[in-house]
Nanobody, 126 residues
């Protein structure tokens, strides 16, 4: 049974910071790409960031570039999303995702990821 469990969400004022965690169990994801997506009310789930299995390469949506940093600790099967300078428009449910795909794929597409967490709410007040 593969499980991804997010934590770290909450309520923060604009300009503040939060760090999300995603713990993976049931399978070792050290070689697999992982990603963060988010979904605001009434909107589609959108790509936030992704990281290669080695942790050497990360890619970000333009809306979060320079403010969010994604990392992973393969020894702990855990990945992180450090979110700084948060804005009200960052308010959403944040999901972590993983895929066993090795090689090229559309890392911004929800359809590219097989495993998903249950989500954690992030609310940024103005």
């Amino acid at each position: 049974q593969v499980q991804l469990v997010e934590s770290g969400g909450g309520l923060v004022q604009a300009g503040g910071s939060l760090r999300l965690s995603c713990a993976a169990s049931g399978r070792t994801f050290s070689m697999y790409p992982m990603a963060w997506f988010r979904q605001a009310p009434g909107k589609e789930r959108e790509f936030v960031a992704t990281i290669r299995g080695s942790g050497s390469n990360t890619y970000y949506a333009d809306s979060v570039k320079g403010r969010f940093t994604m990392s992973r600790d393969n020894a702990k099967n855990t990945m992180y999303l450090q979110m700084n300078s948060l804005k009200p428009e960052d308010t959403a449910v944040y999901y972590c995702a993983a895929t066993p795909t090795i090689g090229s794929f559309d890392y911004t597409s929800v359809n590219s990821y097989r495993y998903w967490g249950q989500g954690t709410q992030v609310t940024v007040s103005a």
